[in-house]
């Protein structure tokens, strides 16, 4: 099974990005959450750091913005060695505008639903987006537990993808640990977002293959 493996830097040491991100070169892409302190209760980094990680990161990176509006400032994160922007459908005013704005950019355009939303929102705008990305927390902090109410939404997605033949990636973002990836893999997930599961730990390359060989026993 062909998975990706993207740690969150959320969990990482902000006063040492660069070796953090060196750190999980073994990883298949570095998953960069922004937040606005207003679409979620908490606060990280904006474009300019993005664009400083974008340019150090040996991995193609993975932006998931918890933003308001990402409608005005989703573009502003579209610098080279970004492969995702993933933005909120609950924040969206224009979904489908958004992500031909991202895959005019030549990035792949990702739709995020919150743990309480349904897959209705999205089910007839799919053919719009590379990938959706279901959160398994509540949006907002890392070390959460898993919601494994999501897995059922996740097998859904995946069941109603392959009856259209539509080549949609599904992520799966928070509690993504040891425990957990297997029955998210299992579900039919693609990409795995993990952030206190890698970071958490001090040999960072070590939790990857871990990670990896789990997910691809699944
Ligand atoms: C939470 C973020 C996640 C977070 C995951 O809102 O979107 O990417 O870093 O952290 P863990 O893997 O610790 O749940
Ligand atoms: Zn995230």
Do not use: W
């Amino acid at each position: 099974m062909d998975i990706k493996i993207a740690p969150s830097i959320l969990s990482a040491d902000f006063c040492n990005l660069q070796s953090e991100l060196e750190a999980v070169r073994s990883a298949d892409l570095v998953h960069v959450d922004v937040m606005d302190a207003h679409f979620v209760p908490n606060l990280t980094i904006g474009a300019p750091v993005v664009e400083r990680i974008a340019q150090v990161s040996p991995l193609p990176l993975d932006v998931h913005l918890m933003i308001d509006s990402p409608d005005l400032f989703a573009l502003d994160y579209a610098f080279e060695n970004v492969e995702n922007i993933a933005f909120h459908l609950a924040a969206c005013h224009a979904p489908i505008r958004l992500a031909r704005k991202i895959r005019e950019k030549g990035i792949k355009a990702c739709c995020a639903l919150n743990p309480a939303m349904g897959l209705e929102g999205v089910l007839g705008i799919l053919s719009e987006f590379d990938s959706v990305l279901i959160m398994s927390v509540e949006p907002g902090f890392g070390g959460q537990k898993f919601l494994a109410s999501q897995l059922l939404k996740l097998s859904r997605l995946k069941k109603e993808a392959e009856d259209r033949g539509l080549d949609i990636k599904i992520e799966i973002d928070g509690g993504i640990n040891k425990q957990t990836i297997g029955p998210a893999c299992r579900a039919g997930a693609d990409i795995l977002v993990a952030g206190s599961a890698i970071y958490g730990e001090k040999d960072r390359a070590r939790a990857i293959k871990e990670l990896r060989e789990i997910a691809e026993r699944a």
